[in-house]
């Protein structure tokens, strides 16, 4: 089992910045591929970013390709996701989640899933 608790959700104005993070316990965290999903009010939940195990292997959605940074720290079993130029239609509850490989493969499903951490972006 592993077990994912995200931090770091908010209300910011729009052309703000947010950093979510993403804590792991549980099962080895450095041998997982991480990702972050969002879900908007009414929409289906999208993909957003996945990272390696390694972190140096990284992935984005089109719509966040440029403005949204993911990472980790193997040492802190944590993942982030530093988010810049935030625009309303980022508004949503984002999810991390850990895929039981250690690479990403586009279309894959995660096993593993948080909470989730509210972030709403005003004009």
């Known amino acids: 089992q592993v077990q994912l608790v995200e931090s770091g959700g908010g209300l910011v104005q729009a052309g703000g910045s947010l950093r979510l993070s993403c804590a792991a316990s549980?099962?080895?965290?450095?041998?997982?591929?991480m990702g972050w999903f969002r879900q908007a009010p009414g929409k289906e939940r999208e993909f957003v970013a996945a990272?390696?195990?390694?972190?140096?292997?990284?992935y984005y959605a089109d719509s966040v390709k440029g403005r949204f940074a993911i990472s980790r720290d193997n040492r802190k079993n944590t993942v982030y996701l530093q988010m810049n130029s935030l625009k309303p239609e980022d508004t949503a509850v984002y999810s991390c989640?850990?895929?039981?490989?250690?690479?990403?493969?586009?279309?894959?499903?995660?096993?593993?899933w948080g909470q989730g951490t509210q972030v709403t972006v005003s004009s």
């Open positions: 990272i390696s195990w390694s972190g140096i292997n990284t």
């Open positions: 549980g099962r080895t965290f450095s041998s997982y591929a």
């Open positions: 989640a850990a895929y039981l490989t250690s690479t990403y493969s586009r279309g894959s499903s995660p096993t593993y």
